[in-house]
């Protein structure tokens, strides 16, 4: 079976744009994750989806948002580009909400922001 | 709100030797602990969890972990570990009681010498 699948690999991107970042999940997984990976930092959770539903958020400006897909796919977008966004973004998916359950981590996509 | 603190930010160990990870964490809520392992340029992998029961934990390629709670500590642990086992490794926490709100630590670098 797939893993966790996520578009693209790698962006570059310039300060004030906006982004769009894709993840498919494993076949069966309703949850979603959204997770910043800052270098040399542990990853950061932005957002969780179940659903379609928004069932959690992290610590994170409005300039974030996500949204999930009937067929459980999910994207996140960030608007006004700062430098400090520049991260590995992981997705992250699970067949349910609980935090018991075992997340699936994506290899994640490498944003530059110059 | 949950944190979690890697005592080592580099741990170098010759191949064969033992080897251990430490990691506190602090919560005012019970929690489930995990520690993820992540390779360059690849996603996060599930080593281990502790939900409950035996506070002596296995995971995966021969690694295994202690639940301490009077020490609010989960070190990580290996006996003899392969130049394969290079890589950073993180403690997490997430809340019982919530969503998939999964806070991590800021990784341990193992660097297994030849």
């Known amino acids: 079976d797939a893993g966790v699948t996520q578009s693209p690999t790698h962006l570059i991107k310039t300060r004030g744009q906006q982004v769009t970042l894709r993840c498919s999940p494993i076949?069966?997984?309703?949850?979603v994750s959204w997770y910043q990976q800052v270098l040399g930092q542990g990853p950061q959770f932005i957002f969780q989806y179940y659903e379609k539903e928004e069932r959690g958020r992290g610590n994170f400006p409005d300039r974030f948002s996500a949204r999930q897909f009937p067929n459980y796919s999910s994207e996140l977008n960030v608007n006004a580009l700062l430098l400090g966004d520049s991260a590995l973004y992981l997705c992250a998916s699970s067949p349910g909400t609980g935090s018991y359950n075992e997340q699936f981590f994506g290899p994640g996509t490498r944003l530059t922001v110059l | 709100a949950q944190s979690v603190t890697q005592l080592d930010s580099q741990v170098p160990v010759f191949e064969e030797a033992p080897v251990e990870l430490r990691c506190n964490y602090s919560s005012s809520v019970s929690v489930y602990l995990f520690w993820y392992v992540q390779y360059p340029n690849q996603g996060l992998q599930l080593l281990l969890k502790y939900l409950s029961g035996s506070t002596l934990v296995k995971g995966i390629n021969g690694f295994e972990a202690e639940f301490n709670k009077s020490q609010t500590s989960f070190h990580l642990r290996k006996p003899s570990v392969h130049i394969s086992d290079t890589a950073e490794y993180f403690c997490?926490?997430?809340?019982?009681?919530?969503?998939?709100?999964?806070?991590f630590g800021i990784g341990t670098k193992l660097q297994v010498i030849p």
């Open positions: 076949s069966g997984h309703k949850s």
């Open positions: 997490a926490v997430s809340d019982r009681r919530g969503y998939q709100k999964v806070t």
